[in-house]
């Protein structure tokens, strides 16, 4: 069925441009422009090119070299202070959690955690003061 749409369509298409005929453009003698299939006899006619030209994809036009040049600048300069921008929220997530873990830590003396078997289970003070000490640290190193 597709094939059979394709193939009108490029018929169709094809035959409008084999069926144009030539026009001819003239004017008479009192200056009306006539266009017609035939020319006038003892008149000069001039021919019309009836055919549609195919239509090209034009690139766009660049910009000169030096205002190039500064508009991939503050390109780069945008991204990068995006980049920075998003680095910046994701390391104020981090240390947000990180405080939060650490005071649940230093308030509750019986911190339940999970494993990486999914169990959960109860650490002793000894394993609290450690991941006291840990997220203190990380903190000091990422969050000043």
């Known amino acids: 069925m597709g094939r059979m749409i394709l193939t009108g369509s490029l018929l ?3 035959s409008a441009s084999a069926m144009a005929s ?3 453009k003239w004017v008479d003698e009192k200056g009306v422009t ?3 299939a035939q020319p006038p ?3 000069a006619a001039t021919q019309i090119n009836t055919t549609v030209p195919q239509i090209r994809s034009v690139a766009p036009t660049l910009p000169p070299a030096d205002a190039s040049a500064d508009d991939q600048q503050k390109a780069l300069d945008e991204k990068i202070k ?5 680095q910046e929220l994701e390391r104020k997530k981090y240390c947000e959690n990180t405080r939060n873990n650490l005071a649940q830590l ?6 339940r955690v999970t494993d990486d078997n ?3 289970r109860r650490i002793d003070e000894e394993e609290r003061q450690q991941r006291i000490r840990e997220t203190e640290k990380a903190i000091q190193e990422n969050c000043q």
């Open 82 to 86: 995006k980049e920075v921008a998003s």
């Open 12 to 14: 169709l298409a094809l």
């Open 22 to 24: 030539q026009v001819y």
């Open 118 to 120: 999914g169990e959960v």
């Open 41 to 43: 006899e003892g008149q």
């Open 34 to 36: 006539h266009f017609g």
């Open 106 to 111: 230093r308030n509750n003396p019986r911190v």
